[in-house]
């Protein structure tokens, strides 16, 4: 069969640089890429699991949405939140899966914090979805991976390094 060259990928893991250094165009979009970076990092979520493939329409059934997020007690001082996600690759008869994320106080990438502040930016019906684009669309996978492919570059990465679709 012989050798075949090796290219290894990089995970994503939650470098608080990558959101330091982010570019966004309206404060809206800083909330939802800060909150869906620091969600996919402390659920372990894959980039599928919560933004929407190019081709495909928004389906609350499917995809996330601010239902998707339960703040433990309340949200004006939660100690945790429940993300249900409703479709997963690891959950093939789309029962729903729970995760549980603590709030890191005082943590730059806390999940928990970054959620309260994008809920708190505004209001919307629960079945949207819970990231949007700037032009109030779903987030697509194409637009977080080029923001994030952006911002690791930004930081000085080397974005090519990174496929973007996990997050550790």
Request: aromatic share 8%; hydrophobic share 40%; net charge negative.
């Amino acid at each position: 069969m012989g050798e075949q060259e090796c290219n290894p990928k990089l995970l994503i893991t939650c470098d608080s640089a990558i959101m330091d250094v982010a570019i966004h165009s309206s404060q809206l979009g800083r909330l939802n890429f800060e909150a869906s970076v620091a969600l996919a990092f402390s659920a372990f979520l894959r980039c599928g699991e919560f933004t929407i493939p190019d081709s495909k329409e928004f389906n609350p059934a499917i995809h996330l949405t601010d239902n998707s997020i339960s703040f433990i007690p309340l949200i004006e001082a939660p100690s945790h939140m429940v993300l249900t996600l409703p479709s997963s690759k690891s959950d093939p008869f789309r029962k729903g899966i729970e995760i549980l994320i603590i709030h890191a106080s005082g943590a730059h990438t806390c999940a928990v914090a970054a959620l309260q502040s994008l809920f708190r930016h505004g209001s919307k019906p629960p079945e949207s979805p819970l990231f949007v684009q700037d032009d109030g669309s779903p987030l697509s996978r194409h637009i977080f991976l080029s923001r994030l492919k952006l911002s690791l570059t930004n930081a000085r990465f080397e974005a090519s390094q990174f496929p973007g679709h996990s997050f550790k």
